[in-house]
C-alpha cells in the first residue's frame, strides 16, 4: 500500500518554464489537497479536490493551475514559474466529507517535491 | 473561516526535561483539531488528533494534548523530551460546518530542538 505518492521529488525550473506536479493516492480517498511550505509560514493552501472532476481554490492559488481528471491522481500545474515559487510542495488526501461523528478525519502526505525556480 | 496560531515558533529545550507546544484556533463552528509531525526532510506524520469525548488525547512518541474549548486551545505536551524528538511540529483544524467545511488549515509550525 503506496499511500500518497508524489512525483518528481526534486525539479529545477527556469523562469518562465512550465510543469506538472503529479499526486497520486491508492486510498480511494475523495479529499485532496497541495499545499506549499515555505520556512516560517507552514503549509499553505494552494488548491483542493472533494471529489473526481471538482477543483476549489485554497488560500494561495495565484501562478497554479489543478486538475482532477481520476480520482486517484491530483495534478498540480505552473503555467509560468516564478522564483517566487521555489518552495517544497505536498499533496495530502483524506477520506471525504468530515461530520460530527466521524473517525477516519486524518489526512496523509506524500514525501514533498523540492522545486527551485532560477 | 479557520484559523491556527502557534504562538512559538522555536522552542529550545534539554533532553528528558518536559516540553509545551502551544495552539490556539479560531472558528465560528464546530472543529477537529490534529498534530503533526515533520522530521527533516521528510513529509508529515499524525501524532494525535481530537474528535469528541475526554479533552486530554494521547498519540504516539508519549506525545498528549488537551483540548480547551473555553480557550480555543490545543496545546502539545511531552513529560519528558529525547533527541529523537526534534522535529517540526504543525496544529491543524478541520471545520465540520460551513463554506470551507474539510479544509485542513495549519498553523506556521514550531521547531522543537533538544539539546543533549
Known amino acids: 500500500n503506496a499511500g500518497v505518492t508524489q512525483t518528481p521529488k526534486f525539479r529545477v525550473l527556469k523562469t518562465g518554464q512550465s510543469m506538472t506536479l503529479l499526486c497520486a493516492q491508492d486510498?480511494?480517498?475523495?479529499?485532496m489537497y497541495w499545499y506549499r511550505q515555505d520556512p516560517g509560514m507552514g503549509l499553505r493552501l494552494i488548491h483542493y479536490?472533494?471529489?473526481?472532476?471538482?477543483?476549489a481554490k485554497g488560500e494561495v492559488p495565484d501562478g497554479y493551475n489543478v486538475s482532477r481528471l481520476k480520482k486517484q491522481n491530483f495534478l498540480l500545474g505552473l503555467e509560468s514559474a516564478a522564483p517566487s515559487q521555489t518552495s517544497v510542495y505536498f499533496c495530502?488526501?483524506?477520506?471525504?466529507?468530515?461530520?460530527?461523528?466521524?473517525?477516519?478525519?486524518?489526512?496523509?502526505f506524500g514525501q514533498g517535491t523540492r522545486l527551485t525556480v532560477v | 473561516a479557520q484559523s491556527v496560531t502557534q504562538l512559538d515558533s522555536q522552542v529550545p529545550v534539554f533532553e528528558e526535561a518536559p516540553v509545551e507546544l502551544r495552539c490556539n484556533y479560531s472558528?465560528?463552528?464546530?472543529?477537529?483539531l490534529f498534530w503533526y509531525v515533520q522530521y527533516p526532510n521528510q513529509g508529515l506524520q499524525l501524532l494525535l488528533k481530537?474528535?469528541?469525548?475526554?479533552?486530554l488525547v494521547k498519540g504516539i512518541n508519549g506525545f498528549e494534548a488537551e483540548f480547551n474549548k473555553s480557550q480555543t486551545s490545543f496545546h502539545l505536551r511531552k513529560p519528558s523530551v529525547h533527541i529523537s524528538d526534534t522535529a517540526e511540529y504543525f496544529c491543524?483544524?478541520?471545520?465540520?460546518?460551513?463554506?470551507?467545511?474539510?479544509?485542513?488549515?495549519f498553523g506556521k509550525g514550531t521547531k522543537l530542538s533538544v539539546k543533549p
Open positions: 495530502a488526501s483524506r477520506i471525504g466529507r468530515t461530520w460530527a461523528g466521524s473517525r477516519n478525519t486524518e489526512a496523509f
Open positions: 486510498m480511494n480517498h475523495e479529499y
Open positions: 479536490s472533494v471529489g473526481e472532476g471538482t477543483t
Open positions: 472558528s465560528s463552528v464546530s472543529v477537529y
Open positions: 481530537y474528535l469528541s469525548g475526554s479533552t
Open positions: 491543524a483544524v478541520i471545520s465540520l460546518y460551513g463554506g470551507s467545511q474539510g479544509n485542513l488549515i
